[in-house]
């Protein structure tokens, strides 16, 4: 069993930045974040490797980036130029299949 934790979420301007924090047992997993919007499905944002490969969502190419401090036993994604559309909650995730594991969740808010 793997507990993720999240910090880093609130309000924030559209241009702003923002950095959330995943802590948890991660170093074997390959870590994401997704989000989910009120009223639409999660979707994939950003995810890495245990061996430090990463994917984008096309939506976020260019402002956000995924990193991992294994040592720290965290997760982080760097958010940048936010838009409104950038709204959502935030969660974390640990995946080696077959396990999987979220986090609680984190409230991220742009306003315009």
């Known amino acids: 069993q793997v507990q993720l934790v999240e910090s880093g979420g609130g309000l924030v301007q559209a241009g702003g930045s923002l950095r959330l924090s995943c802590a948890g047992s991660i170093r074997f997993y390959t870590m994401a974040w997704y989000r989910q919007a009120a009223g639409k499905q999660r979707e994939l944002v950003a995810s890495m490797t245990s061996g430090g490969y990463t994917y984008y969502a096309d939506t976020v190419k260019g402002r956000f980036t995924i990193s991992r401090d294994n040592a720290k036993n965290t997760v982080y994604l760097q958010m940048n130029n936010l838009k409104p559309e950038d709204t959502a909650v935030y969660y974390c995730?640990?995946?080696?299949?077959?396990?999987?594991?979220w986090g609680q969740g984190t409230q991220v808010t742009v306003s315009s």
């Open positions: 995730n640990a995946n080696a299949v077959p396990h999987t594991y």
